[in-house]
């Protein structure tokens, strides 16, 4: 390795880029494990970005000429040396070559361990939800996104769920701005390091409690489980579950069509030691319920006539049906503050014989000892004693009958969720042909599904990720659980705007390319993740029919930027930093957007900017009690730390624009490995 390491610094004397490229190659190589999963990570990443203005220091790709297929040389990494704006051309060298081209046929592309400088731009707002906070869908190469969101959200996530390419080599996955294929040796390669990158960065995004849960098919999932392993530790496994979607007759020799979601803790050891069980509920129990009200109104109030009238509803139902699996909860109870709720009338006996629960319970009527088992009962005479007070013990007509206790149903309505179970996917193509009114998007994910597994992993006021969003079924199923327990739980959505390797070969055949109109309008974020939230929120689809009524929820739409450092030390893209302040403020109420006085204070947060105003800032920061946060934009330790020690003590402060630069800075190589 020594032997190695003088080579390239003899190389790194005539020709340091080369001698950095080979300094990383043999760093790569070094870093393979002798055991384990093994993959080449050094394999680079690129990542396109259209509609980004080029600038003098950006690496740019040359188009390829219109109607034509990319090149090899297409993908050739550029720098930009110079710019003539008034002619609209670029120099651009690579090695020793030296050429120009007209802007228009520069595309900018960043590697993975270039740090970059986000923004966000809103292209859209929808506000129904009142003051409930915003869910935030954006346009972005997801692993930008994620270094965006570890200023924005770093250990502040509950749960992520992601859908990501099950690399089966027939969905045209994008890896280094190529659709990988089949037949590529490097494909599990490839799709592991393209996976890890983005895993390192989500896992600093959870909260100590927080859950991550990765849909998979057959071809990637050994290899996704050991990476997952590596990533976040064997001992933060919670389960994989078996998602079945329908039987395939044409295989010839076993019907594969389970998907998988493997699911990890970020620590499970955090999980115990704050008890959290996971449970949801048990299926039909708002019906059964029902049905035990109505018997119990029928009967005029009788509690043994609506205990016959809730076993013939039991009986009347088919033998598969669900809700049979709580038939024993089949009689009606009639004290007070519990009248018309079924209950399921449990024994009280004791599990092992124990003289000190051997003692008299006396029947209310008779005043008479009740029939004891002889192991006694299940409860301290003191508890017993608590719950005949309140009505929980069920006597029979005399002493003779054995007491038993009123489990009710309601109380009773968790179980353990199965690590397996059937929904037919079909259902979820056919829901979103009917928001969009046209098939645009294959193979979608079941919101009622996400939306299941979403109530029993995080709290009503979850936040939620969704980094391969797709056509956007996570953000349906966030929003209409809030609608079903009125919860405010957020989702932030990434999604980028791919197109298919097929729509790709039609748009170059018509003459367009990456950057068009035409081109873009076809991408997944435009064409399918946009128009189905927009739908399913508003009740409106986008050529004006009805879908809906439409949710009570407020969303907002944003498309990543690619800003200057220096701009933003200075100040000058406040407008483009502004959401992501917003964000980190929780993404409710008013958002700051202009500084016109040098300061402002929303419900959230306040920024100051103008250190000549902390008087009248400081009076609104104690005078807004809501605010949480304060962005403080100032170069000097003295002053910012000056206006920490008057601020509220319930106030974060946050130093502008230090730890958003330091933020980017410190990221930009991690997960790029």
């Not at 009280?348 to 029947?363: A, G, K, Q, T």
Request: with cysteine; glycine share 8%; charged share 30%.
């Amino acid at each position: 390795m020594s032997r190695l390491n003088d080579l390239i610094r003899q190389v790194g004397l005539t020709n340091p880029t080369l001698a950095a490229d080979l300094q990383r190659e043999v760093g790569a190589l070094a870093d393979r494990r002798s055991f384990g999963l093994n993959f080449e990570r050094h394999v680079p990443e690129v990542v396109e970005l259209p509609g980004r203005p080029v600038r003098r220091g950006d690496k740019v790709h040359v188009l390829p000429g219109r109607g034509t297929n990319p090149t090899k040389e297409n993908s050739r990494l550029w720098r930009v040396t110079a710019i003539k704006r008034a002619a609209g051309i670029a120099t651009i060298e690579d090695g020793d070559d030296t050429q120009q081209h007209p802007l228009t046929e520069l595309l900018v592309a960043a590697e993975f361990r270039d740090p970059i400088y986000p923004g966000l731009v809103s292209t859209g707002r929808i506000e129904r939800g009142g003051d409930k906070p915003f869910h935030s869908v954006i346009n972005a190469e997801n692993y930008h996104a994620l270094q965006t969101l570890l200023f924005t959200h770093r250990g502040q996530v509950d749960c992520i769920y992601i859908d990501p390419p099950y690399n089966t080599g027939n969905e045209g996955w994008i890896y280094n701005d190529k659709y990988v294929a089949s037949d590529d040796h490097y494909k599990h390669s490839k799709w592991l390091a393209f996976m890890e990158r983005r895993l390192l960065l989500a896992k600093e995004l959870l909260k100590a409690t927080g859950v991550i849960i990765v849909a998979i098919g057959d071809e990637e999932h050994h290899r996704l489980r050991m990476l997952m392993d590596q990533v976040f530790g064997t001992e933060n496994y919670l389960s994989q579950v078996g998602w079945q979607g329908g039987r395939k007759n044409d295989s010839r020799y076993v019907s594969n069509g389970t998907d998988y979601m493997l699911i990890y803790a970020r620590s499970e050891a955090e999980l115990a030691a704050r008890g959290i069980r996971w449970r949801e509920s048990k299926p039909g129990i708002a019906a059964v319920v029902a049905a035990a009200h109505e018997a119990w109104e029928l009967s005029g109030h009788d509690v043994e006539e609506a205990t016959k009238r809730l076993r013939e509803w039991w009986r009347s139902l088919p033998q598969d049906h669900p809700t049979r699996a709580s038939k024993h909860y089949d009689r009606v109870d009639g004290a007070e503050g519990r009248p018309g709720f079924p209950y399921f009338a449990d024994n009280l006996r004791s599990p092992n014989p124990r003289p000190n629960l051997c003692y008299d319970v006396l029947h209310p009527i008779t005043g008479k000892p009740a029939n004891m088992h002889p192991n006694g009962w299940v409860y301290s005479s003191e508890r017993m004693a608590e719950l005949v007070a309140a009505g929980r013990i069920r006597f029979g007509a005399d002493e003779s009958t054995r007491p038993t206790f009123k489990r009710y149903l309601d109380e009773m309505d968790g179980q353990v969720p199965l690590d397996a179970f059937y929904v037919d996917r079909r259902a979820a193509s056919r829901r979103i042909e009917g928001i969009l009114g046209d098939k645009r998007f294959p193979n979608p994910k079941d919101h009622e599904v996400l939306g299941r597994w979403i109530r029993v992993v995080a709290p009503k006021d979850a936040v939620v990720l969704d980094f391969f969003a797709g056509s956007g079924s996570t953000a349906e199923a966030v929003m209409r659980v809030n609608a079903e327990d009125d919860g405010t739980r957020r989702c932030i959505l990434v999604t980028n705007n791919e197109v298919s390797a097929k729509e790709a070969k039609a748009l170059r055949k018509a003459g367009h390319r990456p950057g068009d109109v035409e081109w873009e309008s076809k991408g997944v974020y435009e064409f399918v993740a946009n128009p189905r939230i927009s739908t399913v929120v508003t009740g409106i689809r986008p050529d004006g029919s009805t879908y809906s009524e439409g949710l009570e929820q407020n969303v907002e739409f944003f498309d990543l930027t690619y800003e200057a450092p220096l701009r933003v030390s200075s100040h000058r893209e406040f407008e483009r930093i502004a959401p992501l302040l917003w964000l980190r403020a929780g993404s409710r109420g008013r958002r700051i957007d202009k500084l016109s006085k040098g300061w402002d204070v929303a419900e959230a947060y306040g920024v100051l900017a103008d250190l000549d105003q902390v008087d009248a800032f400081l009076h609104e920061m104690k005078r807004q009690e809501s605010a949480q946060m304060a962005f403080i934009v100032t170069d000097e330790d003295r002053l910012f730390e000056s206006v920490c020690r008057d601020l509220p003590d319930n106030v974060e402060p946050v130093r502008l624009y230090e730890a958003y630069l330091r933020n980017f800075e410190i990221n930009s190589g991690r997960g790029a490995r």
